[in-house]
């Protein structure tokens, strides 16, 4: 009986701020400023997302941070899927030690690898460009999720890639009609992963992209309503809603792949 009361209890824990965060984009300030410590608003208005996404200029900063976040999903798959695969599979002096090799980058703070990225950019001109700013996020993101990979990979039945062979299979085409259908799940959380860095990260978009308004990220634009003393309260809570919301879309689309298994079965005994 506990069990049903501990999941409703953790469950308003976690979904209380963000219930209260819509909650406050959808209030006139000046039922706001009357009544501060009401949670639920006599009437709903919209006017906040308006000025937001039009006055405040978060389309563009929507459409920015999306060509970010989905061209750095791909780019990470397409490299993380055959390097994982080799680290998993194949046989090569340094083996063991490579995928631990990938997680260094790790060790070092964010600030200190933006220094000299910030130099080497402004050498080659991608200084205020999202493709530098791509570039970065491939960068972060292609370790760890080659050591995601690597660990999904190893668990998918070596007969089963035997018996692709068999069939006549090449290598490329095992890991495209065998190994990939059976990783989703696994392909599907490392893409998040690398789909929330890209979305939300701050401090690469900020050293690289302040000077050029028209391409900043959705967090650039968050932090410049949180900083002015000009933005009500309800428009930043707007500003907030539209910086979260398209995680929490990707990730409840992608619930079923994330929790289901599909292993299950790929191999009769």
Request: hydrophobic share 55%; proline share 5%; charged share 10%.
């Amino acid at each position: 009986m506990l069990r049903p009361l501990v999941i409703l209890v953790l469950f308003l824990v976690t979904a209380f701020p963000f219930v209260y965060m819509v909650m406050l984009s959808v209030r006139d300030i000046q039922e706001l400023i009357l009544n501060p410590g009401s949670l639920w608003p006599s009437a709903f208005t919209l006017d906040t997302y308006v000025n937001v996404l039009t006055r405040q200029g978060f389309l563009t900063f929507i459409k920015n941070s999306a060509i970010i976040a989905v061209a750095s999903v791909a780019a990470t798959l397409l490299i993380s899927i055959p390097g994982a695969y080799a680290v998993a599979r194949l046989r090569f002096f340094g083996r063991r030690q490579v995928h631990f090799l990938f997680l260094a980058v790790y060790l070092f703070p964010a600030i200190v690898l933006a220094i000299p990225l910030f130099v080497l950019f402004t050498m080659i001109g991608l200084r205020g460009s999202l493709v530098g700013l791509i570039l970065v996020y491939i960068a972060q993101t292609v370790p760890v999720t080659v050591y995601m990979l690597r660990n999904y990979f190893e668990t998918v039945p070596q007969s089963v890639e035997e018996a692709a062979a068999i069939d006549g299979c090449t290598r490329l085409s095992t890991i495209w009609r065998v190994v990939l259908p059976l990783s989703k799940p696994a392909l599907m959380a490392t893409g998040l992963y690398a789909f929330m860095i890209a979305w939300n990260e701050f401090l690469f978009a900020l050293l690289f992209l302040v000077e050029r308004r028209e391409s900043w990220t959705v967090s650039l634009g968050l932090s410049q309503l949180a900083g002015s003393i000009e933005i009500p309260t309800t428009v930043l809570m707007a500003g907030s809603v539209v910086l979260t919301l398209p995680i929490v879309i990707v990730f409840f689309a992608s619930e079923r792949l994330l929790t289901e298994g599909l292993t299950a079965g790929a191999e009769k005994g």
